[in-house]
């Protein structure tokens, strides 16, 4: 099984919305990846966990915060968005850091 | 800065056809590269990977070609299909530092005529 699944598929939020998006992996893998993906632009790294902990920040705004409760999960909790922020959010899992990441279908957000 | 790119934004082949998408890179301390496929609405799928120290590796379908002197990495699709039409990214990983992480090339997009 090489699934990686998100949820939601799709998600609208206001400026002042909360929101969290979802994503998980039963493959075993031990570092986990969040990606912005704006469109016809490749996927861009925005947190990297690895074994749980926090690995890479790549000087993500904090209205972005990742968290990860435990080794098949990995939450992107969402607050004060821009309408900048509107992009498909992707996750992707691998079993050693950076080699072969394996990518869910994303969440596709807009900030109205 | 260092980058990875692609040489052409599109591709246009015929069904049947034998399909090469080229890619450049310009960190010389990378050490691994993958292909990925993206179709419409989803993420990218995982196609093939290759280490720095091989210079060919093949899948089904698709061989990856990687030539260090020239600092260039080629996806070849054998037998081009309509399912095959997907931007393609290509990613390197460094061998050092940023270790953790793939930098992704702008990507291609490749159309198949039926």
């Known amino acids: 099984d090489t699934e990686v699944t998100q949820t939601p598929k799709h998600l609208v939020m206001g400026m002042t919305n909360k929101k969290s998006l979802k994503c998980e992996q039963h493959m075993g893998h031990r570092a986990m990846y969040w990606y912005k993906q704006k469109a016809k632009k490749p996927p861009e790294l925005m947190f990297v966990y690895s074994y749980e902990k926090l690995s890479i920040n790549e000087s993500v705004p904090s209205r972005f915060s990742p968290e990860c409760p435990n080794s098949s999960l990995l939450n992107l909790h969402l607050h004060a968005l821009q309408p900048e922020d509107s992009a498909l959010y992707l996750c992707a899992s691998s079993q050693e850091l950076a080699r072969e990441q394996y990518f869910g279908p994303g969440t596709r957000l807009t900030v109205t | 800065g260092e980058s990875v790119g692609l040489h052409l934004p599109t591709l246009s082949v015929q069904e049947g056809d034998n399909s090469i998408i080229n890619c450049a890179y310009s960190?010389?301390?990378?050490?691994?590269f993958i292909w990925y496929k993206q179709e419409s609405g989803k993420g990218p799928q995982f196609i093939i990977d290759i280490r720095s120290n091989m210079d060919k590796r093949q899948g089904q379908r698709v061989t990856v070609l990687l030539n260090k002197t020239v600092k260039h990495l080629s996806l070849q699709i054998a037998a081009t299909q309509p399912g095959d039409s997907a931007v393609y990214f290509c990613?390197?990983?460094?061998?050092?530092?940023?270790?953790?992480?793939?930098?992704f090339g702008k990507g291609i997009t490749l159309s198949v005529r039926p």
């Open positions: 990613a390197e990983k460094g061998s050092t530092g940023a270790n953790s992480k793939l930098t």
């Open positions: 960190n010389s301390a990378s050490d691994y």
